[in-house]
């Protein structure tokens, strides 16, 4: 994969854009509090298969964007993100080599991990909110996570 | 099996290590966070940010935007004519209430020259449209199409033709973030119009639905009063109808009444709200005691109101502390 060539970070940030826009778009009411974690998931993604490209600062600018479109403070989905991808990078080397059900599990927990920090902080600045379904975007990202490799894989090996 | 696809260079040896990069994000985020939340020092920051990120909101709302203005372009024309017709019905009513408006205004002010009274009729008015965009999923936020470059502020009031709808919560460039009347972290002074008593209403974090309870369970209020917008926050300018009591439930075990109010602004269905400029500011102890500090960053939060002992007590007391800052921008009208 031509990571670190012009055509990798064209495709990193479209990718982006994209997640972004998913991020902000209106869904129904009754699946709008499943809403799964794109951005989140193209962050752990690009990290495993593009690390010299998505780096810290890659993730901490994606965390970043989401708090200036959603968030009720800066840096909070920030650091969120920051620390996913510090400890996607930690593991890298064995994420990769991980069977597909193993790797879900592990993006399971660094999303369950994300939620709770975003919970945290909610919880210091303000009332949070405590409704159970806030949990729900972490079901519903593992889900899609084998969906999202499949595709970017295939997308990346056509275009290689 | 699907794997990822490899990158097979190491990427050990290049830059700073690992924890290095993270621990010095992780301080700036924090740095951040603090610097956001306590002083919002970070604002001019924000609004440049954000304007970077506002084609998305653009994008996103483009699909609403180009079928309002295709329906509008090919309305027919029988449409048109019963859509026009009804319009100069509504107007001509209007028109009607309106005639002694003028006549009332000047007696207004007159009355209120002699009683030094600082509230004034003739607010300046923008409308802004509410963009179809996701701002939280959990508050009940809303973004509209209006912001700092329109002389918009934090904390400015929000209407539809109906009621008060809320408050500029965070001002971005090109947009900003509306916080609903019925957000949880929101709390609006209202009086009962029939007789003044003065109380809170809060946000339930549903729509139909906001709670008061600071009223008393002797406190004279009924099923259907008007509640409108005190003024005492010195967010809200005094007299705009905020919402109609709905229930009422008196325990005599209990020292307060259970009351709930539904929202007269049509916070699920607008698509049009009115940007308010108050011609005077209010002189309430709000607008005077208004440091700019953390707790007022956000709108009028719940926190301050703490254990009132008479609904009208309560409103005197916690008024001081809990306002938005009054703006900067007061505009010539």
């Known amino acids: ?160 | 099996m699907v794997t990822l696809s490899s990158d097979t260079r190491p990427i050990i040896g290049r830059g700073p290590p690992l924890g290095a990069r993270f621990f010095f994000l992780a301080v700036l985020s924090i740095t951040v966070m603090v610097m956001d939340h306590r002083g919002g020092y970070l604002d001019t920051a924000r609004l440049w940010m954000s304007a970077v990120l506002h084609p998305l909101n653009v994008i996103v709302d483009a699909p609403h935007s180009l079928w309002d203005w295709l329906t509008g372009s090919f309305a027919d024309r029988a449409r048109l004519r019963e859509e026009n017709a009804e319009l100069s019905e509504a107007l001509r009513i209007a028109r009607t209430k309106l005639l002694q408006h003028e006549s009332l205004v000047e007696e207004n002010r007159r009355l209120r020259e002699l009683r030094k009274a600082s509230q004034g009729i003739g607010d300046r008015t923008l409308i802004a449209e509410i963009l179809h965009v996701t701002v939280d999923t959990f508050r009940h936020r809303v973004r509209i199409n209006k912001g700092a470059d329109d002389a918009v502020y934090e904390s400015q009031p929000v209407l539809d033709t109906f009621g008060v709808v809320g408050q500029v919560a965070r001002l971005d460039k090109f947009t900003s973030q509306v916080i609903l009347i019925s957000d949880a972290e929101h709390a609006t002074p209202v009086q009962v119009n029939r007789n003044g008593i003065r109380t809170i209403a809060m946000g339930t974090g549903s729509l139909a639905t906001l709670s008061l309870p600071f009223m008393t369970a002797e406190s004279d209020i009924r099923v259907g009063d008007l509640l409108v917008s005190s003024g005492l926050d010195g967010i809200f300018p005094a007299g705009y109808p905020v919402a109609t009591v709905t229930k009422v439930e008196r325990s005599s075990a209990d020292t307060f009444a259970t009351v709930e109010a539904k929202p007269l602004a049509q916070l699920d269905r607008d698509r049009e709200v009115l940007l308010l400029w108050p011609s005077t500011p209010a002189d309430s102890p709000a607008a005077q005691s208004n440091a700019p500090n953390a707790a007022d960053k956000a709108p009028a939060e719940k926190s301050p109101v703490n254990n009132p002992s008479t609904e009208s007590s309560s409103v005197e007391s916690s008024v001081p502390t809990q306002t938005g800052r009054r703006s900067d921008a007061e505009l010539p009208n």
């Open chain 1, 1 to 160: 994969m031509v990571s670190d060539g012009r055509i990798g970070s064209l495709r990193v940030t479209i990718s982006v854009a994209l997640a972004l826009i998913f991020a902000i778009v209106q869904l129904p009411d009754a699946i709008e509090p499943a809403r799964p974690e794109l951005l989140l998931l193209l962050v752990i993604y690009w990290s495993l298969s593009a690390p010299r490209l998505a780096g810290l600062t890659f993730a901490w600018l994606c965390g970043l964007a989401v708090d200036l479109l959603a968030g009720p403070i800066l840096g909070q989905h920030a650091i969120a993100f920051l620390l996913v991808a510090f400890l996607t990078h930690k593991f890298q080397l064995r994420m990769r080599i991980f069977p597909i059900w193993h790797q879900t599990l592990t993006v399971f927990m660094l999303l369950a991990l994300y939620e709770f920090l975003v919970f945290w902080i909610d919880g210091i600045i303000g009332p949070a909110i405590t409704s159970w379904m806030r949990w729900l975007p972490v079901f519903t990202s593992a889900l899609l996570w084998p969906v999202l490799v499949a595709v970017l894989d295939t997308l990346n090996r056509r275009r290689r």
